[in-house]
Nanobody, 117 residues
Framework: VQFVESGGGLVQPGGSLRLSCAAS????????MTWYRQPPGKEREWVAA????????NYADSVKGRFTIARDNAKNTVHLQMNSLKPADTAVYYC???????????WGQGTQVTVSS
């Protein structure tokens, strides 16, 4: 199992980024998927989750209305569209299988998101 996250970067407050997570070693179509983040000096937390069929999504209160999770089962990829970014969104972002609880112990390298003026 492997997760490769990408799309992070430095963005000003109010800006947008689109993260991608390419999974390999398993087929995501049979699994719920979740994005997590780990802010500097803090524990990793879930951010957004999507069921296997994509019909149900769930968001942490801190990102509700600003972030959108989507999946492309044909490409074995999950995306996170992040709008109206805030400095508090600064973190390393990861994905994993499972619904708000990681299914696999393995984590990818993550992608760094820094929101700063």
């Amino acid at each position: 199992v492997q997760f490769v996250e990408s799309g992070g970067g430095l963005v000003q407050p109010g800006g947008s980024l689109r993260l991608s997570c390419a999974a390999s070693g398993f087929t995501i179509s049979g699994y719920s998927m979740t994005w997590y983040r780990q802010p500097p000096g803090k524990e990793r937390e879930w951010v957004a989750a999507i069921t296997s069929g994509g019909g149900i999504t769930n968001y942490a209160d801190s990102v509700k209305g600003r972030f959108t999770i989507a999946r492309d089962n044909a490409k074995n990829t999950v995306h996170l569209q992040m709008n109206s970014l805030k400095p508090a969104d600064t973190a390393v972002y990861y994905c994993n299988a499972g619904y708000r609880t990681p299914l696999y112990d393995y984590w990818g390298q993550g992608t760094q998101v820094t929101v700063s003026s």
